[in-house]
């Protein structure tokens, strides 16, 4: 019996996979078994000729070949090579064990590249299980960036069988690359960051309190919800948002490639945030994720590490608004189905924008609002406090005037951003201040004895709650960061109080 290992999803985790041959005497056939797929099942015509084309004698014996464990459903194509090796290397007596295999195989024997492979092979790696793996010459430039694992790249399946016919004197074809971009280092660690600036704050004319607001937002990765007449400028500043936020450690940077080889995407393996912004009409599903067979990933893991953006948030279905509670809060979510059970990780930026009222007019100088009290109070009345509580900074837009200027430019606002996050990582800091702990904001939100006695007068006249205390307080040490201040004193707690919902 002869062995190799590949890989399956369970989730959104890669589960080994072993791969196991038996090549005995009896009526010639060829099965495939282990809770295989139609796609794995139809390997067996793809291997037959793949190895016919290369005038390979095809074993006149019963063939069986088991992908073990027999109760983890496979799918995928990455299973050819896999298969294939095993047949063609049956009478070699050299181990095969320690060898990833992966790649789907044309009728020509070509083995072709298959973009779910990168997310398959870094959660391997994140896992720690993978170090050696055969895979398509043409992944090698995506997989190349995963690092602590040798790669073999092939084009056919008669280099493949060349290369392990002679693995002790095989090398892997490509060294790991660097990620080119600037960068900073801080503890041995790298953060990395881009100067593009696609959409740019210079646009948004006016707005100062809602810019001033959107800077803390990214300096502390805050959930924010810009709330103003149509037009004001709520999305404009939500979609420059991703621009400046915070640099990019490199797991996270092939996280956000990971995601977007999920979405079927060409992984760009740049420092920049994914932003995700569903429809209001989104279903259930389609923002958690789910499937009665197969549980997939839905728009709010695909915002992991980047930004999940509401427009119109009242329009949103209650549902949908009262289950994203548990992700704002613990940072991941589970899916529970018959068939499959998952926890995946959701630690995003949540940026809403919603109008005053049905008609968007309630807070206009110029134009009339056409709703009446029992509609304005039904339209807010959507949003529920607990869902509301958890969101740090509420932002009131002003009206737009015909000498609103610009000012702030993305760039002099993310210089402002790297220099918070600089200070915050030189005091010890390992998270973003909105997902501090409760240990971490005694340690790191030192406020002073004025701070104090304004958060104190702030509790009583209030009347808030223990969750709203310790974001003022979050708010406020992400403001001290702006300013470079190790204490916490009264004007930034002040300032914090003010993006306060009321």
């Known amino acids: 019996m ?69 109760d983890l459903r496979k799918e995928g194509s990455q299973f050819d090579l896999s298969i294939a090796l095993l047949i063609a290397l049956d009478s070699m007596e050299d181990d095969l064990s320690q060898w990833f ?36 010459y043409a992944s090698l430039d995506k997989l190349s960036k995963i690092p602590n694992v040798e790669f073999y790249g092939v084009k056919t399946l008669e280099e493949t069988i060349a290369l392990l016919k002679n693995q002790n004197e095989a090398t892997p ?23 593009e600036y696609d959409d740019d704050f210079k646009d948004v004319k006016g707005q100062e309190i809602a810019k001033r607001a959107a800077l803390i937002c990214a300096a502390g990765f805050h959930n924010i919800l810009f709330e103003g007449s149509p037009g004001c400028g709520k999305s404009m500043i939500a979609k420059r948002l991703r621009y400046i936020l ?14 977007q080889a999920l979405e079927f995407q060409e992984p760009e393996f740049k420092p920049r945030r994914n932003m995700r912004s569903p429809h209001h009409s989104s279903t259930l599903a389609s923002v958690f994720g789910g499937g009665s067979h197969k549980a997939q990933i839905g728009e709010v893991g695909l915002a992991h590490r980047g930004i999940l953006f509401f427009d119109e948030l009242p329009h949103f ?33 949540f940026v809403a924008a919603m109008n005053p009222c049905p008609c968007g007019n309630l807070l206009s100088q110029h134009l009339e609002c056409r709703c009446s009290e029992s509609e304005i109070l039904r339209y807010k009345n959507r949003l529920s406090d607990p869902f509301l509580d958890r969101i740090d900074i509420t932002v009131l837009m002003q009206n737009v005037r015909s000498d609103d200027e610009s000012s702030y430019s993305s760039k002099e606002l993310h210089k402002k951003v790297l220099q918070a996050h600089i200070f915050s990582k030189n005091r010890g800091q390992d998270s973003f201040n909105a ?14 004895e004025e701070a104090k006695d304004a958060l104190d007068l702030a509790i009583s006249r209030f009347s808030l709650s223990f969750r709203s205390i310790k974001k003022v307080q979050k708010v406020a040490r992400t403001i001290a960061d702006l300013e470079e201040c190790d204490i916490i004193e009264k004007k930034h707690l002040l300032e914090a109080l003010s993006y306060r919902r009321r």
């Open 435 to 448: 997902k501090l702990s409760d240990t971490d904001i005694e340690r790191f939100c030192v406020l002073s």
């Open 173 to 195: 074809s490509i060294e790991q690359s660097e990620i080119n971009y600037p960068y900073y280092e801080i503890d041995e660690k790298r953060y990395y960051y881009t100067k």
């Open 101 to 136: 295999v992966f790649g789907e195989l044309g009728l020509d024997g070509s083995v072709k590249e298959n973009i779910q492979l990168y997310p398959l092979i870094l959660s391997l790696a994140n896992q720690k299980i993978i170090k050696k793996a055969v895979v398509p």
């Open 246 to 259: 915070p640099p990019l450690e490199t797991d996270e940077i092939l996280d956000i490639a990971k995601l």
């Open 317 to 349: 279905s209650k549902n949908v608004l009262e289950a994203l509670r548990e992700p704002m809060q613990d940072n991941k979510i589970r899916i529970s189905r018959v068939n499959s059970k998952i926890e995946y990780p959701s630690d995003f930026l």
């Open 2 to 70: 002869k062995t190799v290992y590949c890989a399956t999803y369970e989730g959104l985790e890669a589960k080994m996979v072993q791969v196991e041959s038996t090549l005995t005497k009896g009526l010639p056939s060829f099965s495939v078994v282990g809770m295989v797929s139609t796609a794995i099942s139809e390997a067996k015509e793809r291997v037959k000729s793949a190895l016919l084309s290369k005038e390979f004698s095809f074993p006149p014996k019963r063939i069986t070949i088991n992908l073990s464990p027999s």
